[in-house]
């Protein structure tokens, strides 16, 4: 291979790594696992709780093996903040949250993914699906500069 064609390949190989590495910086990604069964505990894990202003995909599994799930992502003040309760109906008032996305309805061992444009701010994630944000399905995402 001649000189100006090495330096071609050398550099088309750069300007792929450059791409990849700005894709990376304004992409993140957040495996989101749900468990619980019936009236027992429930929970949410997930892989990381802090990412970057930008695109976020979340992926979602439900590990649970008979309950179906949910996830919401809402914004919220403060890792603190109260989310509107609605006792009577045992979930949280969907009307009254800033709601950014959501995957519904996810069955047992099934998966899907979640992508939004995030701002920095703190985003509360959790089921709704009547009595599980109260049994524990809820996990906090900081997102940074």
């Known amino acids: 291979m001649t000189r100006t064609g090495m330096a071609v390949t050398t550099l088309a190989l750069l300007g792929m790594v450059a791409s990849s590495a700005a894709w990376a910086l304004v992409m993140s990604a957040i495996n989101v696992s749900l468990t619980g069964e019936g009236t027992g505990k429930m929970g949410m894990a997930l892989d990381q709780d802090k990412v970057q202003e930008g695109r976020v995909t979340f992926i979602v599994k439900n590990d649970a093996t008979s309950e179906?799930?949910?996830?919401?992502?809402?914004?919220?003040?403060?890792?603190?903040?109260?989310?509107?309760?609605?006792?009577?109906?045992?979930?949280?008032?969907?009307?009254?949250?800033?709601?950014?996305?959501?995957?519904?309805?996810?069955?047992?061992?099934?998966?899907?993914?979640?992508?939004?444009?995030?701002?920095?701010?703190?985003?509360?994630?959790?089921?709704?699906?009547?009595?599980?944000?109260?049994?524990?399905?809820?996990?906090?995402?900081?997102?940074?500069?």
């Not at 179906?68 to 045992?90: G, M, Q, R």
Request: glycine share 6%.
């Open 68 to 145: 179906t799930h949910e996830l919401l992502v809402v914004k919220v003040a403060s890792a603190d903040a109260e989310l509107p309760y609605d006792a009577a109906k045992d979930h949280v008032n969907e009307a009254k949250v800033t709601k950014l996305g959501e995957v519904s309805n996810l069955k047992p061992g099934a998966s899907k993914m979640l992508t939004l444009e995030l701002t920095p701010g703190t985003y509360k994630l959790l089921c709704n699906i009547k009595g599980h944000y109260m049994a524990g399905m809820s996990a906090l995402v900081t997102v940074t500069k």
